[in-house]
């Protein structure tokens, strides 16, 4: 019974998440051909090489078609990108088409592009995918939280546009365009369709921007015109945190712009036990998928075998179901989900002793 549930809130949560693009197709041939599918992987910085290494451990158990061309994040910044990220880096992943991103920090203050705001304009990852679902057998304060937030991922506060008008005074450019916010809205809508989604909810604060919110709005509406079969609604950011807080049921696919998301997609891995068990998945023009841990790289614990690769593991997963690799994609997830629930090898995060090489093996084991 339990498996049967964790299988229905896998399919329902992140089978297929790029639905519509032939890529997936293109790879499986290449896998069922036995093929090894190359991908970029940056294990990234703190605890990202440690559970990286879960994900190699966990991948060759399984026995996945996937070759691995790992790129680690330089000491100097490279000219090309304005930031550490070399931009061979970024041609394995245009080359490739499909990578796993670990946790990347990037030093407060400094006069450097932040290494995820490289990955995002240089790659055009326009929309960020996070399922949201409660996980059978880790009990939280909800039971019943079964959502998508799916994030403009290109502009809006964080197209990194700052300067300092006079001394004492900066200013910060919010930058809202017609094709960026009809882009995510058509990818929110189509994602509801292709997965048996009811409602999509524009999340915004046109009450105040009215201008650059108010255009994001005005083409979730034209998108919403298209699919008259989903139920379209707008909610307040505000209104928004406190109704997924009282029940977030209420919910089903949220689309939002890219500082909004950010909160939001925070908030939702709240209700199931934070960012240590949501995957995600960047989603690009050109058939682009970059799956990515978007907790931080946490270098206090770095080194130490006490990481929680459960992130970057269910992330792997829905790189898999890109490809089209579905029965792979489905025995690793049961894997990480049965041994959350056995809860005899949980992680410190989980309320566990287990280390990480220990959480790992449990994972194999159940493989």
């Given at each position: 019974m339990a498996s049967h549930i964790m299988r229905r809130l896998a399919r329902r949560s992140v089978t297929g998440i790029l639905t519509g693009d032939n890529l997936g197709r293109r790879f499986g041939s290449a896998a069922a051909n036995s093929d090894l599918i190359r991908a970029t992987l940056f294990p990234g910085d703190g605890i990202g090489p440690e559970i990286s290494e879960?994900?190699?451990?966990?991948?060759?158990?399984?026995?996945?078609?996937?070759?691995?061309?790992?790129?680690?994040?330089?000491?100097?910044?490279?000219?090309?990108?304005?930031?550490?990220?070399?931009?061979?880096?970024?041609?394995?992943?245009?080359?490739?088409?499909?990578?796993?991103?670990?946790?990347?920090?990037?030093?407060?203050?400094?006069?450097?592009?932040?290494?995820?705001?490289?990955?995002?304009?240089?790659?055009?990852?326009?929309?960020?995918?996070?399922?949201?679902?409660?996980?059978?057998?880790?009990?939280?304060?909800?039971?019943?939280?079964?959502?998508?937030?799916?994030?403009?991922?290109?502009?809006?506060?964080?197209?990194?546009?700052e300067h300092q008008v006079v001394r004492g005074v900066v200013e910060s450019l919010k930058i809202i365009t017609r094709q960026a916010s009809l882009r995510v809205a058509e990818y929110a809508f189509h994602y509801a369709k292709t997965h048996g989604r009811q409602r999509v909810s524009a999340i915004h604060k046109a009450n105040i921007m009215q201008k650059t919110d108010g255009l994001f709005l005005k083409c979730c509406r034209e998108v919403a015109e298209k699919y008259p079969d989903i139920v379209y609604e707008e909610v307040v950011i505000d209104n928004c945190c406190m109704m997924l807080v009282k029940n977030p049921a209420l919910f089903d696919v949220l689309v939002m712009p890219n500082l909004y998301g950010d909160i939001i997609s925070d908030l939702c891995a709240g209700l199931i036990g934070g960012l240590g068990l949501t995957p995600s998945c960047n989603i690009g023009e050109g058939g682009i998928a970059l799956a990515e841990a978007v907790h931080g790289s946490a270098p206090d614990i770095a080194g130490k075998n006490l990481a929680n690769p459960t992130a970057l593991l269910l992330s792997s997963v829905s790189m898999l179901r890109h490809l089209d690799l579905h029965e792979k994609a489905n025995a690793i997830q049961d894997a990480i989900l049965n041994t959350i629930a056995e809860g005899k090898y949980r992680t410190g995060d989980l309320g566990g002793r287990a280390t990480t090489a220990e959480f790992t093996k449990a994972i194999c084991d159940h493989l």
């Open positions: 879960s994900v190699k451990q966990v991948f060759k158990v399984a026995e996945v078609p996937i070759e691995w061309e790992e790129h680690y994040v330089g000491t100097d910044i490279d000219p090309r990108t304005q930031s550490f990220l070399t931009w061979e880096s970024l041609e394995s992943v245009r080359r490739n088409k499909v990578g796993l991103k670990g946790p990347m920090a990037t030093p407060i203050g400094k006069g450097h592009r932040s290494l995820n705001l490289t990955l995002r304009k240089e790659l055009n990852l326009y929309a960020n995918v996070r399922p949201c679902y409660s996980l059978p057998g880790y009990k939280t304060k909800y039971d019943d939280v079964d959502l998508i937030t799916i994030r403009e991922n290109t502009e809006g506060e964080y197209s990194g546009l």
